[in-house]
Protein backbone atom coordinates (compact mmCIF):
# COMPACT_ATOMS: atom_id res chain seq x y z
CA UNK A 1 0.00 0.00 0.00
CA UNK A 2 1.02 3.67 -0.73
CA UNK A 3 0.47 6.09 1.73
CA UNK A 4 1.51 9.54 -0.34
CA UNK A 5 3.13 12.04 1.62
CA UNK A 6 1.08 14.39 3.98
CA UNK A 7 1.43 16.55 7.28
CA UNK A 8 0.97 13.78 9.97
CA UNK A 9 1.56 16.19 12.94
CA UNK A 10 3.28 14.33 14.59
CA UNK A 11 0.66 11.74 14.80
CA UNK A 12 1.85 7.63 13.68
CA UNK A 13 1.69 6.90 10.23
CA UNK A 14 1.71 3.39 11.11
CA UNK A 15 -0.28 2.61 14.04
CA UNK A 16 -0.20 -0.51 16.41
CA UNK A 17 -1.95 -3.19 15.21
CA UNK A 18 -2.47 -2.25 11.77
CA UNK A 19 -4.51 -3.74 9.23
CA UNK A 20 -1.92 -4.45 7.28
CA UNK A 21 1.49 -4.81 8.49
CA UNK A 22 0.37 -5.07 12.57
CA UNK A 23 4.29 -6.30 13.06
CA UNK A 24 5.20 -2.60 11.99
CA UNK A 25 4.93 1.49 14.15
CA UNK A 26 6.36 3.98 12.24
CA UNK A 27 5.69 7.90 12.97
CA UNK A 28 7.98 11.56 11.60
CA UNK A 29 8.04 13.80 14.39
CA UNK A 30 8.71 17.15 13.42
CA UNK A 31 10.44 19.97 15.86
CA UNK A 32 11.75 23.12 16.10
CA UNK A 33 14.55 24.12 19.10
CA UNK A 34 13.25 23.77 22.68
CA UNK A 35 10.07 21.62 21.41
CA UNK A 36 9.62 18.03 23.05
CA UNK A 37 7.89 15.29 22.26
CA UNK A 38 7.11 12.29 24.60
CA UNK A 39 5.44 8.89 23.28
CA UNK A 40 4.86 5.31 24.89
CA UNK A 41 3.83 2.21 22.39
CA UNK A 42 2.80 -1.10 24.07
CA UNK A 43 3.72 -4.13 23.02
CA UNK A 44 5.82 -2.30 20.64
CA UNK A 45 10.01 -1.99 20.51
CA UNK A 46 11.21 0.71 18.68
CA UNK A 47 13.82 3.25 17.81
CA UNK A 48 14.18 7.24 17.15
CA UNK A 49 16.70 7.76 14.67
CA UNK A 50 16.93 11.72 13.18
CA UNK A 51 16.73 11.73 9.55
CA UNK A 52 17.67 15.54 10.13
CA UNK A 53 18.68 17.61 13.29
CA UNK A 54 19.52 16.57 16.13
CA UNK A 55 17.95 15.41 19.33
CA UNK A 56 18.81 14.46 23.45
CA UNK A 57 16.92 11.88 24.26
CA UNK A 58 15.55 10.69 27.20
CA UNK A 59 14.24 6.54 27.83
CA UNK A 60 13.29 5.75 31.67
CA UNK A 61 15.84 7.85 33.26
CA UNK A 62 18.56 7.33 30.76
CA UNK A 63 20.08 10.25 28.90
CA UNK A 64 21.35 9.83 25.29
CA UNK A 65 22.72 13.14 24.41
CA UNK A 66 23.18 15.08 20.34
CA UNK A 67 21.64 12.48 18.82
CA UNK A 68 21.96 12.88 15.14
CA UNK A 69 24.44 14.92 12.83
CA UNK A 70 22.90 15.41 9.67
CA UNK A 71 21.48 18.90 8.52
CA UNK A 72 20.66 19.21 4.93
CA UNK A 73 19.02 15.93 4.01
CA UNK A 74 19.13 11.80 4.73
CA UNK A 75 22.61 12.13 2.64
CA UNK A 76 24.04 14.80 4.58
CA UNK A 77 26.21 12.73 7.17
CA UNK A 78 25.58 9.30 8.97
CA UNK A 79 22.83 8.13 11.25
CA UNK A 80 21.87 7.73 14.31
CA UNK A 81 19.67 5.92 16.64
CA UNK A 82 18.20 5.12 20.39
CA UNK A 83 16.53 1.97 20.83
CA UNK A 84 13.68 1.75 22.95
CA UNK A 85 12.26 -0.81 25.01
CA UNK A 86 8.71 -2.64 24.50
CA UNK A 87 6.66 -0.08 26.45
CA UNK A 88 9.37 2.34 27.68
CA UNK A 89 8.66 6.41 27.82
CA UNK A 90 10.90 7.84 25.96
CA UNK A 91 11.32 11.88 25.36
CA UNK A 92 13.25 13.39 22.91
CA UNK A 93 14.07 17.23 22.78
CA UNK A 94 15.31 19.39 19.65
CA UNK A 95 18.99 21.21 20.16
CA UNK A 96 18.80 22.06 16.46
CA UNK A 97 17.18 24.65 14.78
CA UNK A 98 14.95 22.08 13.34
CA UNK A 99 15.06 17.84 13.35
CA UNK A 100 12.89 15.13 11.45
CA UNK A 101 12.65 12.27 13.22
CA UNK A 102 11.89 8.61 12.41
CA UNK A 103 10.26 6.32 15.22
CA UNK A 104 9.59 3.01 14.49
CA UNK A 105 8.76 -0.25 15.85
CA UNK A 106 8.43 -3.41 15.69
CA UNK A 107 5.73 -5.66 17.75
CA UNK A 108 7.69 -7.81 20.59
CA UNK A 109 6.28 -8.85 24.39
CA UNK A 110 9.49 -8.74 26.52
CA UNK A 111 11.18 -5.62 27.69
CA UNK A 112 15.12 -5.24 26.84
CA UNK A 113 17.61 -2.23 27.74
CA UNK A 114 17.97 0.70 26.04
CA UNK A 115 21.17 1.94 24.41
CA UNK A 116 22.30 3.82 21.31
CA UNK A 117 24.03 3.62 18.22
CA UNK A 118 26.34 5.46 16.86
CA UNK A 119 27.64 6.71 13.68
CA UNK A 120 30.76 5.20 14.10
CA UNK A 121 28.76 1.64 15.03
CA UNK A 122 26.65 1.90 11.71
CA UNK A 123 27.18 -1.21 9.69
CA UNK A 124 27.63 -0.24 6.31
CA UNK A 125 27.40 -3.43 3.07
CA UNK A 126 27.66 -2.07 -0.42
CA UNK A 127 26.74 -4.11 -3.54
CA UNK A 128 25.59 -4.14 -6.63
CA UNK A 129 27.34 -2.82 -9.86
CA UNK A 130 26.91 -0.07 -12.67
CA UNK A 131 26.79 -2.58 -15.06
CA UNK A 132 23.63 -4.50 -13.67
CA UNK A 133 21.50 -1.26 -12.72
CA UNK A 134 21.44 -2.66 -8.91
CA UNK A 135 24.32 -0.54 -7.25
CA UNK A 136 23.14 0.35 -3.62
CA UNK A 137 24.53 1.24 -0.04
CA UNK A 138 22.66 0.02 3.45
CA UNK A 139 23.62 1.38 6.57
CA UNK A 140 22.15 -1.04 9.18
CA UNK A 141 21.15 0.62 12.71
CA UNK A 142 19.80 -2.23 14.05
CA UNK A 143 21.34 -5.11 12.30
CA UNK A 144 22.56 -8.73 12.93
CA UNK A 145 25.54 -7.49 15.41
CA UNK A 146 22.66 -6.36 17.59
CA UNK A 147 20.66 -9.84 17.82
CA UNK A 148 21.08 -10.25 21.11
CA UNK A 149 19.89 -6.69 22.48
CA UNK A 150 16.77 -6.00 20.11
CA UNK A 151 13.44 -8.56 20.23
CA UNK A 152 12.18 -8.44 16.48
CA UNK A 153 13.10 -4.95 15.02
CA UNK A 154 15.76 -4.44 12.15
CA UNK A 155 16.12 -0.87 11.17
CA UNK A 156 18.49 0.26 8.20
CA UNK A 157 18.74 3.03 5.47
CA UNK A 158 19.35 1.99 1.94
CA UNK A 159 20.99 4.45 -0.66
CA UNK A 160 20.84 3.45 -4.97
CA UNK A 161 24.55 4.62 -5.81
CA UNK A 162 24.77 6.99 -8.83
CA UNK A 163 21.91 7.87 -10.27
CA UNK A 164 18.80 5.92 -11.64
CA UNK A 165 18.42 2.01 -10.68
CA UNK A 166 16.64 -0.53 -8.93
CA UNK A 167 16.50 -1.73 -5.63
CA UNK A 168 15.44 -5.11 -4.07
CA UNK A 169 15.72 -7.10 -6.76
CA UNK A 170 16.36 -10.18 -7.62
CA UNK A 171 12.06 -9.84 -6.68
CA UNK A 172 12.20 -11.38 -3.10
CA UNK A 173 9.55 -11.96 -0.44
CA UNK A 174 9.25 -12.78 3.14
CA UNK A 175 5.28 -13.22 3.99
CA UNK A 176 5.18 -16.44 5.63
CA UNK A 177 7.33 -18.25 7.97
CA UNK A 178 8.26 -21.78 6.58
CA UNK A 179 11.98 -21.91 7.90
CA UNK A 180 14.49 -23.05 6.34
CA UNK A 181 13.08 -20.98 3.34
CA UNK A 182 11.29 -18.07 4.49
CA UNK A 183 10.10 -15.75 7.61
CA UNK A 184 7.12 -13.18 8.15
CA UNK A 185 8.29 -9.83 8.29
CA UNK A 186 6.06 -6.98 8.06
CA UNK A 187 8.00 -3.96 6.11
CA UNK A 188 7.89 -0.26 5.77
CA UNK A 189 9.37 2.57 3.95
CA UNK A 190 9.70 5.95 3.66
CA UNK A 191 11.42 7.08 0.91
CA UNK A 192 13.21 10.72 -0.38
CA UNK A 193 14.84 11.46 -3.38
CA UNK A 194 17.94 13.63 -5.07
CA UNK A 195 16.99 16.13 -5.93
CA UNK A 196 13.87 15.92 -3.78
CA UNK A 197 11.66 16.68 -7.06
CA UNK A 198 12.78 12.95 -8.29
CA UNK A 199 10.83 9.90 -8.00
CA UNK A 200 10.65 6.41 -8.65
CA UNK A 201 8.15 3.04 -8.74
CA UNK A 202 7.20 0.57 -6.06
CA UNK A 203 6.45 -2.86 -7.85
CA UNK A 204 3.98 -5.53 -5.51
CA UNK A 205 4.04 -8.83 -7.48
CA UNK A 206 1.41 -10.66 -5.05
CA UNK A 207 1.70 -14.08 -6.93
CA UNK A 208 4.08 -15.43 -8.93
CA UNK A 209 2.86 -15.46 -13.03
CA UNK A 210 0.16 -12.96 -12.50
CA UNK A 211 0.49 -9.36 -13.18
CA UNK A 212 0.85 -7.17 -9.96
CA UNK A 213 1.00 -3.41 -8.53
CA UNK A 214 2.94 -0.34 -9.16
CA UNK A 215 2.93 3.04 -7.08
CA UNK A 216 4.61 6.05 -8.24
CA UNK A 217 6.55 6.83 -5.11
CA UNK A 218 7.69 10.29 -4.23
CA UNK A 219 9.63 12.51 -1.67
CA UNK A 220 8.02 11.40 1.10
CA UNK A 221 5.70 8.31 0.44
CA UNK A 222 5.38 5.75 2.41
CA UNK A 223 5.06 1.94 1.80
CA UNK A 224 3.78 -0.72 3.29
CA UNK A 225 4.65 -4.50 2.60
CA UNK A 226 2.34 -7.70 3.90
CA UNK A 227 3.20 -9.96 1.06
CA UNK A 228 4.43 -10.50 -2.37
CA UNK A 229 7.37 -9.76 -4.12
CA UNK A 230 8.72 -5.93 -4.10
CA UNK A 231 11.37 -4.66 -5.91
CA UNK A 232 11.69 -1.20 -6.54
CA UNK A 233 13.59 1.85 -8.88
CA UNK A 234 14.15 5.53 -9.78
CA UNK A 235 14.29 7.04 -12.59
CA UNK A 236 17.83 8.37 -14.15
CA UNK A 237 19.26 11.32 -12.97
CA UNK A 238 18.19 11.09 -9.58
CA UNK A 239 19.17 8.99 -6.39
CA UNK A 240 16.84 6.97 -4.15
CA UNK A 241 17.26 6.55 -0.24
CA UNK A 242 14.42 4.66 1.64
CA UNK A 243 14.26 4.42 5.45
CA UNK A 244 13.34 0.16 6.35
CA UNK A 245 11.69 -0.99 9.16
CA UNK A 246 11.15 -4.57 9.48
CA UNK A 247 9.39 -6.69 12.23
CA UNK A 248 9.69 -10.34 12.33
CA UNK A 249 6.81 -12.51 13.43
CA UNK A 250 8.51 -15.57 15.30
CA UNK A 251 12.22 -14.39 15.26
CA UNK A 252 14.18 -11.29 14.09
CA UNK A 253 16.51 -12.70 11.87
CA UNK A 254 14.81 -12.52 8.13
CA UNK A 255 14.98 -15.10 5.61
CA UNK A 256 13.98 -14.04 2.27
CA UNK A 257 12.32 -16.07 -0.44
CA UNK A 258 13.63 -15.24 -4.04
CA UNK A 259 11.29 -15.25 -6.95
CA UNK A 260 12.41 -18.50 -8.93
CA UNK A 261 11.53 -16.42 -11.85
CA UNK A 262 14.63 -14.54 -11.41
CA UNK A 263 16.43 -16.31 -8.64
CA UNK A 264 19.63 -17.26 -10.85
CA UNK A 265 20.50 -13.38 -11.32
CA UNK A 266 21.41 -13.97 -7.51
CA UNK A 267 24.80 -15.29 -9.31
CA UNK A 268 25.39 -12.06 -11.48
CA UNK A 269 25.19 -9.29 -8.69
CA UNK A 270 28.23 -8.47 -7.02
CA UNK A 271 27.78 -9.11 -3.47
CA UNK A 272 24.53 -9.67 -3.15
CA UNK A 273 25.13 -12.56 -0.73
CA UNK A 274 26.84 -10.52 1.87
CA UNK A 275 23.63 -8.43 2.09
CA UNK A 276 21.68 -11.05 2.43
CA UNK A 277 23.57 -12.25 5.34
CA UNK A 278 23.82 -8.87 7.10
CA UNK A 279 19.31 -9.41 7.22
CA UNK A 280 19.98 -12.75 9.06
Known amino acids: MHIPPFDNQNKPIVDVDDALVPLNYFNIVKLKRGEAFAYQVPGYETCIVPATGTVDVEIEGETYANLGNRTVDVWDGEPEGVYVPTGAKALFNCVSDEAEVFVCGARYDKVLTPFDVRADEIDLVQYGSD ?27 LFTVGQGGWSGFPSHKHDTDRLPDETRHDETYNFRFKP ?39 LPGYEMYYFTILGGLSQRSLVQYFQPTHAAQLETIPGIKDMIAKFK
Open 131 to 157: DTKTHRKIKHILGTKYHDRVGRLLVSE
Open 196 to 234: NYGSGVQMLQREDGKPGDAYHIVDGSTICLDKGYHPCAV
